[in-house]
């Protein structure tokens, strides 16, 4: 059982900051960032694999974002710079306790969620 809890989400202008952040309980395989806007398919924006640190981005982040895990704190970040208002949108993180998926940005690999959090961008 994994338990997501996530947080730093707000309200910014473009160009601003913002860093995201997500406690977690529980083994992970890996773990990623997703955002969903209304009307819009989630997307996968980064993960990262536990044990390695080894991390991949989507085009429309890499970047601008990056993606790290604190395995001390059990605290996985998104920190988000050069915002864009078309980066307004609920942003979740996620968990794998196995590898299964084919890929990473596929939604339906992640086993847990955390309840998301709210990202608007004003231009």
């Known amino acids: 059982q994994v338990v997501l809890v996530e947080s730093g989400g707000g309200s910014v202008q473009a160009g601003g900051s913002l860093r995201l952040s997500c406690a977690a309980s529980?083994?992970?395989?890996?773990m990623g960032w997703f955002r969903q806007a209304p009307g819009k398919e989630r997307e996968g924006l980064a993960t990262?694999?536990?044990?390695?640190?080894?991390?991949y981005y989507a085009d429309s982040v890499k970047g601008r974002f990056t993606i790290v895990q604190d395995n001390a704190k059990n605290t996985l970040y998104l920190q988000m710079n050069s915002l864009e208002p078309e980066d307004t949108a609920m942003y979740y993180c996620?968990?794998?306790?196995?590898?299964?998926?084919?890929?990473?940005?596929?939604?339906?690999?992640?086993?847990?969620w955390g309840q998301g959090t709210q990202v608007t961008v004003s231009s």
């Open positions: 996620a968990a794998k306790t196995s590898g299964y998926g084919e890929h990473w940005y596929d939604p339906f690999g992640y086993n847990y």
């Open positions: 529980g083994y992970t395989y890996s």
């Open positions: 990262i694999y536990s044990r390695t640190g080894i991390t």
